[in-house]
């Protein structure tokens, strides 16, 4: 009986001891969890030397070497090269990026197999009867079949978050052109009224003492005083909007508030070519990257469908087994479970991943047409500013010189105040028009050249109006 019960327990050790190790050999791949605390404070800049000013070209070897340099003045492309390297919201996505870049990999590994293990010791009357144990191990074939469309979907999936990630870069680079077309123009109105305060301050100062002296009249001094008071008001929400601009560009850049930007100044604001911008939208569909995500997105939900579809079949489950019962009679068995497809069958997923693949596709026509519209549309406020623009240049050197008489004749008091401050304030307005005018050009460059995906550099060489269609062809 001793030796009967020292053989249970040696059997018992070695049961233990190789479920040990089977976990042990197991568990030994297995990731270990390392904290990793939230940062206590923000990561912005606090100038533009801290900032990321290099193209890393080992991470991009398909780039060429871009290096900013902040002393010679940042023009509107080093801007945009700033903007995609620093800004916040833009690591958040390349963050984003490699969560899909972990789903394709998941969805690229095969499923583990099942393996079960079981340990029966008689106990009462044990004449004859030793400890019975099983072991199995089984695998589920239904991941094998729809392996591959998983994988196709997941591929397609990282390859549209890489083209969303592009096009939100491509938007960021654009809006940092704006923001900084809109700083240096702000700047260049705050410019004029200011030149146009002091005047009206020394102005005001000389007929409030006239009036004092006796020798002007009330409605003159109201007058300049009401100049005065209406450039006070106009600077002031010009250095409103201004603040906005300051900051809003200096987060797009990732640079704290108060980092001081050394902007170069603007080049003169040119429109584009509208005959050689409309053929652009017929492969518009094939360069930007926001319409080649949507076909990924679509292609992706191709593959789910399809995964979808071959998961409707029967699930088969196959497993060997190795057991002895009470008795000591050894067993080998095969067993198949199978997955009957009578009440379910997959069909609500196959509908749920149809519908989808429909939306996709309305919604990639629906991007199409707008584009379509957009373009059109900025195609003719273009002609429109551009006009608007010409009446400005061709009248107002005639307006200033009209001006500049009228100050004279306003001195020596032959002409009433009401009637010259008309004239000089009908001219600053024109000149601040002028200035408005030409941000809106700008920003219409900027909004078509984002639309159609066009490089600023091509922009800038092939599409100037004026260009002759054999240059355009030879660009080209």
């Known amino acids: 009986m001793g030796i009967i019960r020292a053989r249970y327990i040696k059997g018992y050790l070695w049961c233990i001891h190789v479920v040990i190790l089977g976990m042990l050999i197991i568990t030994a791949g297995c990731a270990v969890y390392q904290p990793h605390p939230l940062p206590k404070q923000h990561v912005l800049a606090k100038n533009v030397d801290a900032l990321q000013l290099r193209v890393d070209t080992l991470k991009q070897?398909?780039?060429?070497?871009?290096?900013?340099?902040?002393?010679?003045?940042?023009?509107?492309?080093?801007?945009?090269?700033?903007?995609?390297?620093?800004?916040?919201?833009?690591?958040?996505?390349?963050?984003?990026?490699?969560?899909?870049?972990?789903q394709l990999f998941a969805a690229g590994l095969l499923p583990d197999p099942q393996a079960s293990f079981s340990l029966d010791h008689p106990t009462g009357n044990t004449t004859g009867l030793v400890t019975a144990w099983g072991f199995g191990l089984a695998y589920d074939l239904e991941k094998l079949v729809t392996h591959q469309a998983e994988i196709d979907a997941e591929r397609q999936g990282l390859c549209q978050v890489n083209l969303n990630l592009?096009?939100?870069?491509?938007?960021?680079?654009?809006?940092?052109r704006s923001l900084s077309v809109q700083y240096l123009l702000e700047e260049q109105r705050l410019s004029l009224l200011k030149k146009m305060l002091t005047l009206y301050e020394s102005r005001y100062r000389r007929s409030a003492q006239g009036l004092a002296d006796g020798n002007i009249t009330l409605d003159v001094n109201g007058t300049d005083l009401t100049a005065l008071v209406d450039a006070y008001s106009q600077i002031s929400q010009i250095e409103q909007s201004h603040n906005t601009t300051r900051h809003d560009l200096n987060l797009l850049l990732g640079l704290e508030a108060d980092?001081?930007?050394?902007l170069a100044p603007l080049p003169t604001a040119k429109p584009l070519n509208p005959e050689w911008l409309k053929p652009q939208l017929q492969s518009l569909s094939l360069r930007r990257p926001d319409l080649l995500a949507l076909r990924a997105g679509y292609k992706s939900e191709e593959a789910k469908l399809r995964a979808a579809i071959l998961a409707q079949f029967p699930s088969l489950n196959v497993g060997v087994n190795r057991a002895r019962d009470t008795s000591d009679v050894h067993t080998n068995g095969l067993s198949i479970c199978l997955n009957l497809p009578i009440f379910s069958g997959n069909r609500g997923q196959i509908a749920v991943e149809r519908a989808t693949r429909e939306q996709l596709r309305e919604e990639y026509q629906a991007r199409l047409a707008q584009t379509d519209m957009d373009v059109r549309e900025l195609i003719d406020l273009q002609g429109i500013i551009t006009r608007q623009m010409g009446v400005l240049d061709n009248y107002l050197p005639r307006m200033k010189e009209l001006v500049e008489r009228a100050s004279q004749a306003y001195d020596q008091g032959d002409i009433e105040a009401l009637t010259f401050l008309n004239m000089e304030s009908t001219c600053v307005n024109k000149q601040l028009e002028r200035i408005s005018l030409e941000q809106n050009l700008w920003e219409n460059r900027i909004a078509l050249e984002t639309l159609l995906a066009l490089p600023e550099t091509v922009a800038a060489q092939v599409l100037p109006v004026g260009i002759g269609q054999d240059a355009h062809n030879q660009n080209q």
């Open 166 to 176: 592009l096009w939100q870069e491509w938007q960021v680079m654009q809006q940092a």
């Open 259 to 262: 980092a001081a930007l050394p």
């Open 61 to 102: 070897p398909e780039m060429t070497v871009c290096q900013v340099n902040p002393a010679d003045g940042l023009d509107l492309t080093d801007v945009a090269i700033l903007a995609v390297l620093n800004n916040p919201d833009l690591k958040v996505e390349r963050a984003r990026l490699k969560v899909s870049g972990a």
